[in-house]
């Protein structure tokens, strides 16, 4: 069982916008500002998409946004393409811990 | 090039050791935190651990306290995870990655976040 809890899977067609929560508590997310999101594709290494509830590192599209209210957190992809298809993982520090992850959600792009 | 190049992996008996190495290629290693986080096969990240830019600080997870060691080498740009007495519930991918530093006069505090990954090491703990 995850620290984090996300959705399983999320679904979308392109062109639409889709949301994926990751609820915490307040020992992580409720009490910092240290969020962060990843996107893993099959195969492949995490990238870092979001840090710092929704700030983008450099080279990562604008399409991609981060919000957070009180325990949760959301990640939120307009006009989905069909690249965007992947697991993604949120990410937060936790006091006593340092990093806690979501179980992570599998976006699937119709 | 931005690199981290992990190696090491194999399958190892429960109760055995094994060692991960991570090289770094690109970043300003010696000011970088550096992670190993892992994967088991069909699941999410666990973070296992962290050592500040200088070896001074290191955490760990609780589940892999008093039996994995995480330790620096600034002079060759490594890191590298020390994994003993190994059981099932360790097999998995495991990933090197940076958490990037802000400095405060002669120290690096480490975000909360990591920006630089490897493409990982298959550990798999079988008899």
């Known amino acids: 069982q995850s620290a984090l809890t996300q959705p399983a899977s999320v679904s979308g067609s392109p062109g639409q916008s889709i949301t994926i929560s990751c609820t915490g508590t307040s020992r992580d997310i409720g009490d910092y500002n240290f969020v962060s999101w990843y996107q893993q594709r099959p195969g492949r290494a995490p990238k870092l998409i979001l840090f710092d509830v929704s700030d983008r590192p450099s080279g990562i599209s604008d399409r991609f946004s981060g919000s957070k209210s009180g325990n949760t957190a959301s990640l939120t992809i307009s006009g989905l393409q069909a690249e965007d298809e992947a697991d993604y993982y949120c990410s937060s520090y936790r006091s006593g811990t340092i990093w806690v992850f979501g179980g992570g959600t599998k976006l699937t792009v119709l | 090039q931005v690199e981290l190049v992990e190696s090491g992996g194999g399958v190892v008996q429960p109760g055995k050791s094994l060692r991960l190495s991570c090289v770094a290629s690109g970043i300003t290693f010696a000011t970088s935190a550096m992670n190993w986080v892992r994967q088991a096969p069909g699941t999410g990240l666990e973070w296992v651990a962290i050592?500040?830019?200088?070896?001074?600080?290191?955490f760990y997870a609780d589940s892999v306290k008093g039996r994995f060691t995480i330790t620096r080498d600034n002079s060759k740009n490594t890191v590298d995870l020390q994994m003993d007495s190994l059981g099932g519930e360790d097999t998995a991918v495991y990933y090197c990655?940076?958490?990037?530093?802000?400095?405060?006069?002669?120290?690096?505090?480490?975000?909360?976040?990591?920006?630089?990954w490897g493409r990982g090491t298959t550990v798999t703990v079988s008899s």
């Open positions: 990655a940076r958490a990037p530093t802000w400095q405060q006069g002669d120290n690096y505090y480490y975000y909360y976040y990591m920006d630089v």
């Open positions: 050592i500040s830019y200088d070896g001074s600080n290191k």
